[in-house]
């Protein structure tokens, strides 16, 4: 009898966990689009102020701008850090000092390997965790796993060099560690909505 309650109890304990984490991730969805239109809102009273640049001729990533062309202040579906721009240049212009959770800590150790190949595991054995805390902190914190921040922020990094017209998209691909031009060139498009040549055109109009 005894067994069956203790069974009943956690069953019911762990509803609870379940319930509390998805309204959790709810409540974060639903900042994330507060902050989108709040961008989109700062973005046509004239954008947020110059992004200081940073060690490696990187800034970081501008995620307030629009990434695809369905609505004005829109982000790409791939895009895990939507709403986050002023958070994310925090905690990496102060190099990991600001960095309060795991999330931010990743973002930071990503932002330094922008220029190679990173894997899930690398940046757990930095942040001295397993990979699977690193995935639960991310999941968590986040709604998204190590290889989608990788990926964004490899994507916003690559739009940030296009859009400076100084590199080609050959030049783009080779310095984010992409095995090739036309490798590089089908994640950018599946990413944005657009292949990085076409990003160039746009800034040279």
């Given amino acids: ?3 069956i309650v203790g069974v009943l109890i956690a069953v019911a304990v762990a509803g ?3 319930l509390v984490a998805a309204r959790d991730r709810r409540q974060r969805r639903q900042m994330a689009a507060l902050l989108d239109r709040l961008a989109e809102l700062d973005t046509a009273r004239g954008g947020p102020p110059e ?3 940073l060690p490696s001729d990187r800034t970081v990533p501008d995620v307030n701008e629009s990434s695809t ?3 004005a202040g829109s982000s790409p579906p791939g895009d895990v850090l939507a709403g986050k721009t002023s958070h994310v240049r925090h905690v990496v212009e102060s190099a990991g000092a600001e960095a309060a959770t795991l999330a931010d800590q990743a973002i930071v150790c990503v932002h330094r390997h922008l220029e190679g190949n990173v894997a899930p595991g690398q940046i ?3 942040l001295y965790v397993s990979l699977r805390t690193l ?3 991310l999941a968590s914190e986040l709604d998204c796993t190590p290889s989608q921040l990788i990926l964004a922020l490899k994507m916003r990094e690559a739009r940030r060099l296009l859009r400076s017209n100084r590199f080609t998209v050959s030049e783009v691909a080779y310095r984010l560690a992409f095995s090739s031009p036309s490798h590089f060139s089908r994640r950018y498009k599946a990413f944005y909505g657009r292949a990085p040549s076409e990003e ?3 800034q040279a109009a």
């Fill in 51 to 53: 992004m200081m640049t």
């Fill in 1 to 3: 009898m005894n067994l």
């Fill in 16 to 18: 609870v966990v379940i």
């Fill in 135 to 137: 995935e639960r902190g």
């Fill in 200 to 202: 160039i055109r746009r």
């Fill in 69 to 71: 062309d369905v609505s």
């Fill in 124 to 126: 757990a054995a930095e």
